[in-house]
């Protein structure tokens, strides 16, 4: 009897971290889809550019709360703790009309919010159900970052 195949793209994924991650690049890129998603064990949270993926940082935190830029009021999300992720230079200003808002209330994953595009600077928040661990990636064709929040 064969073995199946073993997939190659799940091979490749980075493991799940509870520390901070970076990376990207240091181009501009406009932000042009932001979308959420659950699977078995994670839910996903991807932004897509027209360029390559910019500068980005992903930290887990203890709280849902986030600071708006400009303003410095104070933002509360869905879920107990969450998920910091900035990226920079970019915008999704004038390259991106979706929502800036997502509720899908998984089993990780319970709300998303832009909290800042300002000064080539964007900042999403993740609310998550409680403390989680974080992968995060960048795919081409098109240039993605993707998060992923683990379950457990």
Do not use: K
Not at 31 to 40: E, K, L, M
Not at 72 to 95: C, D, E, K, N, W
């Amino acid at each position: 009897m064969t073995q199946p195949a073993a997939d190659p793209v799940a091979q490749a994924l980075p493991a799940f971290s509870c520390s901070p991650v970076s990376g990207g690049a240091s181009t501009r890129a406009g932000i042009t889809a932001v979308r959420v998603g659950s699977n078995p064990g994670f839910d996903r949270f991807v932004i897509q550019f027209d360029g390559p993926v910019p500068g980005y940082a992903v930290a887990p935190q203890a709280t849902s709360s986030f600071v708006a830029d400009a303003s410095g009021q104070s933002v509360h999300l869905a879920g107990a703790a969450g998920v910091a992720i900035r990226l920079s230079p970019s915008s999704g200003q004038g390259t991106y009309s979706g929502p800036n808002a997502f509720t899908p209330a998984y089993a990780a994953l319970r709300e998303a919010r832009q909290v800042g595009d300002f000064e080539a600077v964007v900042h999403w928040g993740l609310g998550t159900a409680g403390p989680t661990c974080i992968r995060a990636f960048t795919l081409t064709s098109p240039a993605r970052l993707v998060v992923d929040v683990s379950h457990t």
